[in-house]
């Protein structure tokens, strides 16, 4: 299935009210340097196209970039790393953010229910926790708090190392932006937001896949 | 998908006479079993058997051919007869006015290439006829206000609120007998068999508008659209409670179900957030879905999550406040003044905090009227009886063995079994006085289900739990529901 580059898929989710990264995406390896003294270091720099939905398994995510130097190198090497089935393709540079917390959520096409909501628990046990919870389309305001409500991780959800509690009423507005993209545009077949990162208690989609039917 | 009418639903549930198709002179067959239920169970309307063979079954003469029966006097048509004759059977049922069939024979769906299509031929008939079509391959249709039980499988519930519509006739046999066990009764029950024409959603659909029916109770293995099943649901639930026991939740349970009804198989935490979204009561085990069916039919809808444990011994009161804990109920603070109001009725010793631990201290009229202060203070939205029955179990010992009715015992015997009559009777009266639920829990519904205590509670009509756990579940159901609704503005 078609998917949309992340630069895209991020447009169109952030015109849903999904908070995403200030970021640019650059057509050289100069303008990816340029990009990151406008954001500040240390960025990220990952190569962004239509046709890639992998970007990790491929090594094309490349992470804390503390100067012009090493944006300009990875840049490059990115660039480099584009194959003729790509397409059209340009680094995207975004600020490194940090977070101890991620959730995930997407929307996802399933034969009996149609089009899902999902929200769980994120991260590298993300797996094996399996802590997730699902909506139909269309979905209410109060759906999406219950979903919520519905993880088993609550704690991870308040005041965490540190961390402010997590603002429950944005991520139900990642919901309901999910929802929203899905039902304004019939042709959305799945969505992606991996990891939707909780930086100071907000979530932020630091990734996103779109796919839209062929 | 259309949606069956609602005349053929009241020649299902409310017949004015019925036919048995293919009626046997063997005891052993689904023909005659049909039959004996039928009258076995006092069905008043008027009962005709057809079969090849002519003569007589359980004294009920048997047409050789539906056209010799009457015009007009029978709604309902419960076919015991091999899918072949079901075409031209239907046909000549439809000439004598008949508006519904519980088809219970197998060759179907359920077998092969050529099953399938008989069953969408009588489908495709059934509907140029103007017929409702139950089944095929079901096991039958109960209904207590007509007093009927067409059914090829023996359990006959006592009257009640429950609606039951399966997926598998078995449930439906599992779900009237804790009927029959818990005197917790049933209006309607059927087995969608291979839900051919009419499915379980459509039977929610009619309980919902039924006044017969206060909640909804259904299993359900496979649900070929989903989407069009929520929807259906969520209508239901918008109108009254439905109980939900799902087969195939796991990978193992959906292996079975794949052999068993050729369910797909689905996410099952995508079904769990479909059953939250559309209000479902999704139970765990059949014993669970049956219990919080009662509950919905029996009790009024918490206002509130907070909970008050009423108990005559310590340990009790505590699992139960764990209980509560891990659910979404509140162990409710006893508040100032209704803490003052009980200390005027009991020695100092009591817990004077929920759990309301008597510790002995009460006399003959402390129950009731603890009952009623807890029950009728504002902060309150729950109450959870526990210790009904032990006098009565007391004097169950006395009254069996040698030294009885002298020593006195005649007269305590009396007493204790008075009063356990008093306390159930007390916890019903307050319920229905405050609107607001009142459960009483204790192994002696079960140990002992004839002890006065446990035996007042189900006269009052109401469920009495085997364990204060089984209460605070179902009490858990009814809040989670009450609390869709409040958020919805229903």
Known sequence: MPTLSEAESKARLAAHGVPVLDERVAGTADEAVGAAHELGFPVVAKLCGDAIAHKTERGLVRLNLGDGEAVRSAATDLLAAARPEDGAVGVLVAPQVRATRELIAGLNLDPQFGLTVMLGIGGVLAEALGDVAFRLVPLTRTDAEEMLDDLATQALLGAFRGEPPVDREAVVDVLLGLAGLAEADPSVRSVDLNPLMIVEGRPVAVDALVEVAP | MTVPDRSGFEALFAPRGVIVAGASTHPGKFGFVALHNILRNGYPGKVFATNREGGEVLGVPCATSIDDLPDGEADLVFVCTPAGANPDLLRACAKKGVRAAFVTSAGYGEAGEEGRRAEADLVALAGELGMLL??????????????????????????????????????????????????????????????????????????????????????????????????????????????????????????????????????????????????????????????????????????????????????????????????????????????????????????????????????????????????????????????????????RTMRTGPYYPDHGLERIVDFHERQDRRYAEAAAAVSEATGKPVLTATELAVAMPDNPGPAAVRESGRLCYAASNRAVTALDHLWRHARWRQRRGL
């Open chain 2, 134 to 395: 139950a089944g095929p391959n079901g096991q039958g249709v109960v209904s207590t206000p007509a007093s009927l039980c067409a059914q090829i499988v023996a359990p006959y519930p006592p009257a009640g609120r429950i609606g039951i519509a399966s997926q598998s006739g078995n449930f439906v046999s599992s779900f009237m007998n804790y009927a029959v066990q818990t005197g917790v009764g049933v209006s309607r029950a059927v087995s969608a068999g291979n839900a051919a024409a009419t499915t379980v959603p459509d039977y929610l659909d009619f309980y919902a508008e039924d006044p017969e029916t206060a909640v909804g109770l259904a299993y359900v293995e496979s649900i070929p659209d989903g989407r069009a099943f929520y929807e259906r649901v969520k209508g239901v639930v918008e109108r009254k409670p439905l109980v939900v026991l799902k087969g195939g939740a796991t990978a193992g349970g959906q292996q079975a179900a794949a052999s068993h009804t050729g369910a797909l198989a689905t996410d099952d935490r995508l079904f769990d957030g479909m059953c939250r979204q559309a209000g479902v009561t999704r139970a765990a085990t059949v014993e669970e879905a049956f219990e919080a069916a009662a509950t919905f039919a029996t009790q009024p809808l918490p206002k509130g999550p907070r909970t008050v444990v009423v108990t005559t011994a310590g340990g009790w009161g505590v699992v139960t406040a764990d209980a509560i804990t891990r659910s979404s109920l509140e162990l409710a603070p006893l508040p100032d003044d209704l803490r003052a109001a009980i200390d005027q009725k009991l020695p100092p010793r009591w817990s004077r905090n929920n759990p309301i631990d008597l510790a002995g201290g009460e006399t003959r009229d402390t129950i009731p009227e603890v009952l009623e202060l807890v029950a009728s203070h504002p902060d309150v939205d729950a109450v959870i009886y526990l210790g009904l029955g032990i006098q009565s179990n007391q004097a």
